[in-house]
Each structure stands twice: as structure tokens, then as C-alpha cells.
């Protein structure tokens, strides 16, 4: 019961809410609409009117009939209802002559139109329905001359607008907020704080989606793994400040160099940072970060930094169709690194 009623009501948590409300709000008039005809059905067969039953056992089963055929595109089955029910109303009025339900149905149309079309559209059609309604009563109140019945059936419905244009305004803004705050949220976890880069959680997650692009391209997949040389005797002599000034600088270069769209920068660890990038063969995969590594060579010439500082990288070339998991590359380039470190360091080591 619980799972049908989420799949129902769509209870998806990563929805856009405010689109969410609006789910809500068209299950609910398809909700009401049913209990309404059932209800009006009961009452018309109960009270003997049979011409006006068999008309809502009809209405009923079309309206049925046409969820059922629509099937996937229900979600503009409430607006057709809502506007169904509508011109109901201004059926009544028009054959009928009477206001004495009109405006019951006349402000929860205009509340629920605003809260399925939004503020902006949604005070446009409330506007032709309103204009509609009130020129068929003027017709008609012009007969029985009830111009104060008619004056204060417009200042309400006018009100009854306002009112609820207001309150969609704000609700909309409210839930507008509540996702730039979840996105920044969102933001904040998947960057590190000192330098901007994506951070580790993010680091698996679009190694694997590159590694599953590369198998699509012909083009090669280097990750490489790189690591400030003597980062602790930089830090102990210089301070930590001095530190975070040189991770940034790093930081930045890396960002400069990566400007393609599918290159991506990571910060790991604490000196420890992650480059993704597609190239076409091994031989230009390896002049990048060798380009990188000279780089920093000379980043003191440009950055405030205390002294030279340098790294060390393991390349891991990644093939398309290679078959390997993500963790494996990962253990792969990092031994590549500890290659690079052992032999001296300030340089590259391949796989190749
Ligand atoms: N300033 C600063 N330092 C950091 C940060 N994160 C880690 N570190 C420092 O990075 C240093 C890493 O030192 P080690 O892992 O011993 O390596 P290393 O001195 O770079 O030596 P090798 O890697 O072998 O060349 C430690 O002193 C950490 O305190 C940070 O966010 N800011």
C-alpha cells in the first residue's frame, strides 16, 4: 500500500519542488474530480434525477477511459479536467442563471489553476475565466438589476486573485530558495573548500563515467596521480599558510592547463591531486602533464611562493574497452606515482 501510494504520488526526493507541488496539486484535483462525480452521481440517483445520473455515469466513465488511453502523459490530465470543470461552471451560470454555487467553484479554480500554471500563466487564464464569468452574470444580473450582488461577487473573486497570486508568488520563491540552498549544499560536498577542485567523493564517480566515455571513442583516457615533493619540509619551514598558498597556486595552474571540457581536476588528499584527461595517443598524453610538471618548475617566478617547489605523477594510460574498475586504475596510477618518488622524484611515470 505505502509503495503505491509513493509510486503514485511520485515521492521522488531529487524532483524539483516546486514541480513536485505541482504533481501534488494535479493528483489532487483528479482525486477530488472523482469523488465529486461520484458523489453528485449518488445524490442525482438518490433524489431520482436520472437524465442527470445516466449524464455522470457517462461523464465518469469517459473521464476513466481517457486516463486509462493516456496513460504516460497523465500529467496534463488535471489542467483538462480543471478547465473541463470550469466551463461546467460557466455552463451553470449561462443556462441556469444562477450564482448560488458560482463562486464556491469560481475561488478554488482560481487557487488551483495558480498553484498547477504557476503565478504568471496562471494569472492570465484566471483572468479570461474571470472576465468570462462576469460579463455572463452582468448579462444576467442586468435583468434582475442585483447590481450589488454583482458588485460584490467581482470584489471578491478580484481579492480571491490577488490573494492567491500572492501566496503562489510566495511559495514558489520559498521552494525556489530551498533549491539554490540544497545546490550550493550539494556544491559544498563535492568541492574541497582550500582550492575549489572537485574533491575524493567526486573522483570515482567521474573517472567512471570518463573511463565508460572513452569506450564510446577512439580517443585514450589518461589519469594521472600527482604529489607535492617534500610538502612536509615546505610546511614545517615555511608554515601552513604557506602551505595553502601553494596548494592554491597548484590549484590553479592545474585549472589553466585543463580548460577541455572532458578534463577534469581533482584534490584527493592533502598534496595529493588527480587529473583525468582524453588524448589521442599515449605520446600526447604524456607531453601534458610533462608540460604541467615544468610548469610548476617555474610557478615561483609567477606566484608568491616561499621557494621552488615540484611533483611527482604516475600516468595511467586508459584504453577503450581495457576492462578494469575504477579502483583498480586508481591503485595502478597511485603505484606509478610511488614509482616516480622512489626514482628521484620531480618527474612522470607511465604505464607504457
Ligand atoms: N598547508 C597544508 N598542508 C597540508 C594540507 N594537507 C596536507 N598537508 C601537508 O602535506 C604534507 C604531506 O607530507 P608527506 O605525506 O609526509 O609527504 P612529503 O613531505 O610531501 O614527501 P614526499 O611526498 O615523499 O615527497 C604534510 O605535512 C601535511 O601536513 C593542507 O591542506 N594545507
Given at each position: 500500500m505505502k509503495k503505491w501510494f509513493e509510486t503514485y504520488l511520485q515521492?521522488?526526493?531529487?524532483?524539483d519542488t516546486n514541480s513536485y507541488r505541482r504533481n501534488i496539486t494535479g493528483k489532487l484535483i483528479l482525486f477530488l474530480s472523482y469523488i465529486i462525480l461520484v458523489a453528485a452521481m449518488l445524490g442525482n440517483f438518490v433524489s431520482g434525477h436520472m437524465v442527470i445520473f445516466y449524464v455522470n455515469i457517462t461523464f465518469l466513465t469517459v473521464l476513466s477511459i481517457w486516463l486509462s488511453l493516456v496513460g504516460r502523459h497523465r500529467k496534463y490530465s488535471p489542467q483538462f479536467i480543471l478547465h473541463l470543470m470550469a466551463l461546467g461552471v460557466l455552463a451553470v451560470v449561462y443556462?441556469?442563471?444562477?450564482?448560488?454555487?458560482?463562486p464556491i467553484w469560481c475561488f478554488l479554480y482560481i487557487f488551483l489553476v495558480m498553484s498547477l500554471y504557476g503565478h504568471k500563466i496562471g494569472l492570465y487564464i484566471c483572468l479570461v475565466f474571470m472576465t468570462i464569468l462576469l460579463s455572463l452574470l452582468f448579462s444576467f444580473t442586468g435583468e434582475t438589476i442585483n447590481v450589488m450582488e454583482f458588485f460584490r461577487f467581482s470584489m471578491a473573486s478580484c481579492f480571491t486573485l490577488f490573494f492567491a497570486y500572492w501566496a503562489e508568488l510566495l511559495i514558489s520563491r520559498t521552494f525556489g530558495d530551498l533549491i539554490a540552498a540544497k545546490e550550493q549544499l550539494v556544491s559544498l560536498t563535492k568541492?574541497?573548500?582550500?582550492?575549489g577542485l572537485l574533491n575524493r567523493r567526486n573522483f570515482n564517480e567521474v573517472l567512471a563515467v570518463q573511463m565508460s566515455s572513452v569506450d564510446r571513442s577512439n580517443e585514450l583516457l589518461a589519469l594521472v596521480i600527482i604529489d607535492i615533493d617534500h610538502f612536509k619540509t615546505y610546511n614545517d619551514t615555511f608554515g601552513h599558510p604557506a602551505g595553502d598558498v601553494a596548494l592554491i597556486a597548484l590549484a590553479n595552474l592545474f585549472n589553466v592547463q585543463m580548460k577541455r571540457i572532458t578534463d577534469s581536476v581533482f584534490r584527493i588528499g592533502g598534496e595529493e591531486f588527480a587529473l583525468l584527461y582524453q588524448t589521442k595517443n599515449e605520446a600526447s598524453a604524456l607531453k601534458v602533464i610533462e608540460d604541467i610538471r615544468q610548469a610548476v618548475e617555474g610557478l615561483d617566478k609567477y606566484c608568491e611562493l616561499e621557494q621552488q617547489i615540484t611533483i611527482s605523477a604516475g600516468l595511467l594510460h586508459i584504453h577503450a574497452?581495457?576492462?578494469?574498475t575504477v579502483e583498480k586504475a586508481y591503485e595502478l596510477a597511485d603505484a606509478l606515482l610511488y614509482e616516480a618518488k622512489n626514482s628521484g622524484r620531480n618527474k612522470v611515470v607511465t604505464s607504457s
Amino acid at each position: 500500500m505505502k509503495k503505491w501510494f509513493e509510486t503514485y504520488l511520485q515521492l521522488d526526493k531529487d524532483i524539483d519542488t516546486n514541480s513536485y507541488r505541482r504533481n501534488i496539486t494535479g493528483k489532487l484535483i483528479l482525486f477530488l474530480s472523482y469523488i465529486i462525480l461520484v458523489a453528485a452521481m449518488l445524490g442525482n440517483f438518490v433524489s431520482g434525477h436520472m437524465v442527470i445520473f445516466y449524464v455522470n455515469i457517462t461523464f465518469l466513465t469517459v473521464l476513466s477511459i481517457w486516463l486509462s488511453l493516456v496513460g504516460r502523459h497523465r500529467k496534463y490530465s488535471p489542467q483538462f479536467i480543471l478547465h473541463l470543470m470550469a466551463l461546467g461552471v460557466l455552463a451553470v451560470v449561462y443556462f441556469k442563471q444562477g450564482t448560488e454555487y458560482t463562486p464556491i467553484w469560481c475561488f478554488l479554480y482560481i487557487f488551483l489553476v495558480m498553484s498547477l500554471y504557476g503565478h504568471k500563466i496562471g494569472l492570465y487564464i484566471c483572468l479570461v475565466f474571470m472576465t468570462i464569468l462576469l460579463s455572463l452574470l452582468f448579462s444576467f444580473t442586468g435583468e434582475t438589476i442585483n447590481v450589488m450582488e454583482f458588485f460584490r461577487f467581482s470584489m471578491a473573486s478580484c481579492f480571491t486573485l490577488f490573494f492567491a497570486y500572492w501566496a503562489e508568488l510566495l511559495i514558489s520563491r520559498t521552494f525556489g530558495d530551498l533549491i539554490a540552498a540544497k545546490e550550493q549544499l550539494v556544491s559544498l560536498t563535492k568541492t574541497d573548500a582550500l582550492t575549489g577542485l572537485l574533491n575524493r567523493r567526486n573522483f570515482n564517480e567521474v573517472l567512471a563515467v570518463q573511463m565508460s566515455s572513452v569506450d564510446r571513442s577512439n580517443e585514450l583516457l589518461a589519469l594521472v596521480i600527482i604529489d607535492i615533493d617534500h610538502f612536509k619540509t615546505y610546511n614545517d619551514t615555511f608554515g601552513h599558510p604557506a602551505g595553502d598558498v601553494a596548494l592554491i597556486a597548484l590549484a590553479n595552474l592545474f585549472n589553466v592547463q585543463m580548460k577541455r571540457i572532458t578534463d577534469s581536476v581533482f584534490r584527493i588528499g592533502g598534496e595529493e591531486f588527480a587529473l583525468l584527461y582524453q588524448t589521442k595517443n599515449e605520446a600526447s598524453a604524456l607531453k601534458v602533464i610533462e608540460d604541467i610538471r615544468q610548469a610548476v618548475e617555474g610557478l615561483d617566478k609567477y606566484c608568491e611562493l616561499e621557494q621552488q617547489i615540484t611533483i611527482s605523477a604516475g600516468l595511467l594510460h586508459i584504453h577503450a574497452n581495457q576492462n578494469i574498475t575504477v579502483e583498480k586504475a586508481y591503485e595502478l596510477a597511485d603505484a606509478l606515482l610511488y614509482e616516480a618518488k622512489n626514482s628521484g622524484r620531480n618527474k612522470v611515470v607511465t604505464s607504457s
